[in-house]
C-alpha cells in the first residue's frame, strides 16, 4: 500500500485540524476535543472496564492472544452499562459528529479498542460496510493514550467516493487496498479523528511498550431513525450467521480483526460484570 514520507496538516483559526487526502475527501482531526480532566476521567474508565471478566458483557468484552498471554481487545457499546463512557458519548462525541454530519445525530455504536503492546491492528475496510443498512455515518475515535505508527495508530485513505470491491472477510479487497494512497493519522491523548464511512482506513500491530487505547462512537443522521438497538440486533445476526458460513471467530460484523481471538463463553442475557 502506498504511504507518504510525511504528511501536511492544515489549521483553522479555530484550532482544527484537517489533513487533505485524495481527491473530493477531507478527513478532520480535532486537536484536544477532550480536556485534561475529561482525558483523566476517560483513562480510568477505561481501566475499569478493561478489568470485567472476559465474556461478562453481553455485547462483548473480547480477547487475544499477544506475546504476554491473552489480553482483552475490545469492549462493544460500552456506554450501555458505564454512565462516564455514555456521558461522553452523548455528550463532547456526539457534538462533533453533530458538526461533522451538519444535522443531528444518534449513536448507535461506541466500542472501546485497547491494543496492548504487541496487539493486532484491522484490515482496510469500511464503515458503511460494517454497518448494516445505516445510510450515512460517522465515528469518532478517541485518543486515549498517544496513538503513533510504532503503537499502530489509524491509516486513512481519501481516495474512496463509493463503497470498494471487498473480500470473503468484507475487507477491502487486497488488490484494490494496494492501490489507495494512505495517510497515518498520529494523535496525542484527547485528539479526535472524524471518519467517515466511505473512508477507508486500517491500523497496524502495537509494536511499540505502552498501549494504544481509543473510545470509538458512531454516529448516523437522526432523520434516517437508524437506532442502537437495529445496529445491535442485526450486529448479533450477521456475526452468527457469518461464523456459521464460515467458521471464523468475530469480534465484529466484519472479519477484519489481524489478531487471533481467544473464544470464550460470553453472557447471553444479561451481563455479569460489576
Not at 236 to 241: A, K, L
Request: hydrophobic share 35%; proline share 5%.
Amino acid at each position: 500500500m502506498r504511504k507518504p514520507s510525511s504528511v501536511g496538516w492544515l489549521t483553522s483559526p479555530s484550532g482544527t485540524r484537517s489533513k487533505f487526502l485524495g481527491v473530493n475527501a477531507t478527513e478532520v482531526v480535532r486537536t484536544r476535543l477532550l480536556d485534561e480532566s475529561q482525558i483523566d476521567a476517560l483513562r480510568a474508565w477505561a481501566r475499569e472496564v478493561e478489568a470485567w471478566p472476559t465474556g461478562s458483557h453481553v455485547w462483548g468484552h473480547y480477547a487475544e492472544g499477544t506475546p504476554d498471554g491473552p489480553r482483552i481487545c475490545r469492549t462493544e457499546n460500552v456506554s450501555a452499562c458505564h454512565p462516564g463512557i455514555a456521558s461522553l458519548v452523548t455528550g463532547s462525541l456526539a457534538d462533533c459528529a453533530a458538526e461533522a454530519l451538519g444535522e443531528p445525530v444518534v449513536a448507535f455504536k461506541d466500542k472501546l479498542n485497547y491494543k496492548q503492546p504487541g496487539g493486532a491492528g484491522f484490515s482496510p475496510h469500511q464503515d458503511k460496510v460494517a454497518y448494516p443498512g445505516v445510510e450515512r455515518v460517522m465515528s469518532i475515535l478517541v485518543a486515549i493514550d498517544d496513538c503513533r505508527v510504532e503503537s499502530g495508530c489509524l491509516w486513512l485513505s481519501g481516495d474512496a467516493r463509493d463503497v470498494l470491491p471487498v473480500d470473503d472477510r468484507g475487507v477491502v479487497r487486497a488488490d484494490v487496498a494496494t492501490e489507495l494512497d494512505w495517510f497515518a493519522v498520529e494523535l496525542a491523548s484527547g485528539d479526535a479523528v472524524c471518519i467517515d464511512g466511505l473512508a477507508p482506513h486500517y491500523s497496524e500491530t502495537n509494536r511499540g511498550d505502552v498501549p494504544r487505547r481509543v473510545l470509538v462512537a458512531s454516529y448516523a443522521p437522526t432523520s434516517e431513525g437508524y437506532t442502537r438497538a437495529h445496529y445491535y440486533a442485526q450486529r448479533r445476526d450477521h456475526m452468527r450467521s457469518e461464523t456459521a458460513r464460515d467458521g471464523r471467530f468475530r469480534i465484529s460484523t466484519l472479519a477484519d480483526f489481524d489478531g487471533a481471538e481467544v473464544a470464550t463463553d460470553a453472557a447471553t442475557d444479561h451481563c455479569t460484570h460489576p
